[in-house]
């Protein structure tokens, strides 16, 4: 795997880590508007980024698939190959 892919699923990874950090921070505070805030910042980041990996390297996830060839993204390289 390229330095630059791994670099940006890294990135996926700890945004994802920091979205269900400030999930449960709003299950306990969810009229936070700093959390709140800061919860809108990540979503954004981390649809940006899968949107980035899916064009360059494949889809992660299967809600990231054209609907027209839902089962086209299997035949792309595995996230681990």
């Known amino acids: 795997m390229n330095q630059d892919r791994n670099k940006l699923l890294l990135y996926i990874t700890q945004v994802s880590f920091a979205i269900d950090d400030v999930v449960l921070f709003l299950d306990t505070h969810p009229c936070d508007k700093d959390a709140l805030s800061y919860y809108k910042e990540l979503k954004k980041a981390r649809r940006e980024s899968m949107d980035e990996y ?22 792309d390289p595995w996230p681990w190959e």
């Open 54 to 75: 899916t064009h360059k390297y494949g889809p992660l996830l299967n809600d990231n698939v054209d609907n027209s060839c839902y089962w086209e993204w299997v035949k």
